[in-house]
């Protein structure tokens, strides 16, 4: 049953076929619509319950002092696990995930986010 | 004939159990393996214990790249035996269609990786490329690639619409068309089977003595399988085979392997065709009353039992887990003996173990006079190439 050249005939296709790959950065494989990317903080929305830092498995939300009622979540995404827990977890929908995923940065800070307060001009507490 | 000590190992960043392998050889042919594990550690188990049960799931899906479905069904279905819960109708179907896709994934990157241990790095590349399929269906369902987080305590946590099940089952055909094309290819070739037929047989009474399990057992002949035997999920209710193949060498592990997938993709156009309507999750309680469960699940390489121990708090009192690997390693000790150092690469990665990226060291020492010469396990896989190219054991 052994037959020498089997595979020479797909060997023949692949060499007038496009690559597999793309050009990267050039061009882009495309996302899904439903892709789990970068989780954001819809403020308005927030209540500062913290069921997303607690379900985070990663411990990538923090609940920060913002100068408001209660603590709102910041954000570290260089811990982030993009699991989108904390989306299924918030019960006000405050947090979208989103489809960005060129996140890289040239420091750690980079990849932090911290919510202002909207009500005061005052600068959101640093960490 | 002079005895060498082959040690190889123990560093196996890819693999779930990172082992160390101490070959015993007389000239080219290996006469005893001595596997030692327990090398990285992570701590996964109790790191549980300071996890609530939602956290748990995203790190045990961790403890593996390729078999991250398996793991998050083995751990939700065990504490929803605790919960006393029961899941909706198509939950469990989606939880099929998942696993299935995730079977098929990790069988084409064995067969690439098979490929590129026996230097035939064109089936390695193809293979991979067609991999792409799978894991863009995986990214289409879940929004990842791998890790994709499906599984929740009480169900699942994305859903599969009616245009997403049509976009699928227009994929799968293809994909369905170039696994019959490897199939025939793997057993027709002359390069895979000068390097695959007869190699380290496993005969199906060593193969059961030794506790093999998943595709290595039944490559042995042994029908086993927890889809079939214990069915959880949906499996009671989907038609399906148990591919066996009586060869017991490495060439018969890549056969069922192919067929699986083939079946495989049987199980998930039926999944879809047949998906109940319903809703995707009951509501689960963040704290878990005392009591303990096992749950089996057959995953790509085998069966994985988690166990789990509730305290009635709202994180494990123990998680344990037993992953395919180390039920099958002990069966490719056994069967190395009497196979030759060219083997090595092969038939370690013939059960699956995760080897394809890692670069390692492997010392040769003589054991009489303490000399020893140091390969990587690149240089060990071009040995073994070069060595059957000059026509050994042709």
Redesign the interface.
């Known amino acids: 049953?052994?037959?020498?050249g089997?595979?020479f005939p797909?060997?023949i296709r692949?060499l007038f076929s496009p690559p597999?790959t793309v050009d990267f950065p050039k061009s882009e494989v495309p996302?899904?619509p439903?892709?789990?990317g970068k989780p954001v903080l819809i403020q308005e929305k927030c209540t500062g319950c913290g069921l997303c830092a607690?379900?985070?498995?990663?411990a990538a939300i923090e609940m920060v002092e913002v100068g408001a009622k209660r603590p709102k979540p910041a954000f570290d995404y260089a811990r982030c696990?993009?699991?989108?827990?904390c989306a299924?977890?918030c019960r006000s929908d405050a947090i979208e995930?989103t489809a960005e995923h060129h996140l890289a940065a040239y420091d750690k800070e980079g990849l932090r986010w911290v919510p202002r307060y909207e009500g005061t001009k005052e600068k959101p507490a640093e960490s | 004939m002079t005895k060498y000590n082959l040690p190889v190992g123990p560093q196996h960043p890819a693999l779930k159990e990172p082992a160390s392998f101490w070959f015993k050889v007389e000239g080219e042919v290996i006469v005893d393996v001595d596997i030692r594990l327990g090398y990285n550690h992570r701590g996964i188990e109790k790191a549980c214990e300071s996890r609530n049960y939602i956290q748990c799931l995203y790190l045990l899906e961790r403890i593996c790249g390729i078999c991250s479905h398996a793991h998050t069904t083995a751990f939700a279905q065990g504490v929803e035996e605790i919960l006393g819960l029961e899941i909706p109708a198509r939950a469990k179907y989606i939880r099929v269609i998942i696993a299935e896709l995730e079977r098929i994934h990790s069988h084409l990157l064995w067969l690439g990786v098979a490929g590129h241990e026996i230097g035939f790095d064109t089936l390695f590349m193809y293979a991979w490329r067609d991999r792409e399929t799978v894991l863009d269906i995986l990214e289409l369902i879940s929004g990842n690639r791998v890790n994709y987080a499906m599984n929740t305590i009480g169900g699942v946590r994305r859903d599969i619409d009616q245009a997403k099940r049509e976009q699928i089952l227009g994929m799968l055909d293809p994909l369905a068309e170039r696994v019959k094309f490897y199939t025939d290819l793997v057993t027709s070739e002359p390069t895979c089977l000068a390097r695959l037929e007869n190699v380290a047989p496993v005969p199906a009474d060593k193969a059961v003595a030794l506790g093999t399990v998943g595709p290595t057992a039944r490559a042995s002949g042994i029908k086993v399988d927890v889809r079939r035997d214990d069915p959880y999920a949906a499996y009671a209710e989907i038609p399906f085979e148990v591919i066996t193949s009586e060869r017991g060498d490495l060439l018969g592990r890549a056969i069922v392997r192919l067929g699986e997938i083939g079946e495989s993709v049987k199980i998930i156009k039926y999944a879809l065709q047949n998906l109940p309507e319903g809703p995707l999750t009951v509501k689960a309680p963040r704290k878990v009353a005392a009591g303990e469960a096992v749950s089996r699940v057959e995953a790509p390489r085998g069966e994985d039992i988690h166990y789990v121990r509730a305290d009635g708090s709202d994180h494990p009192e123990r998680v344990k887990v037993r992953a395919p690997t180390l039920a099958n390693l002990f069966a490719v000790g056994e069967s190395m003996k009497g196979a030759y150092v060219a083997d090595i690469p092969i038939v370690i990665a013939s059960i699956d173990p995760c080897f394809s990226c890692t670069d390692r060291m492997i010392e040769l020492v003589q054991s009489r006079t303490g000399t020893s010469s140091v390969m990587t396990w690149e240089e060990l896989r071009e040995y073994g190439i070069r060595w059957y190219g000059h026509g050994h054991r042709s």
């Not at chain 1, 049953?1 to 020498?4: E, L």
């Not at chain 1, 696990?81 to 827990?85: D, E, H, I, L, S």
């Open positions: 049953m052994s037959r020498v089997r595979i797909e060997l692949c597999a996302v899904p439903d892709y789990r607690r379900d985070c498995p990663a696990a993009f699991c989108a827990q299924e977890s995930i």
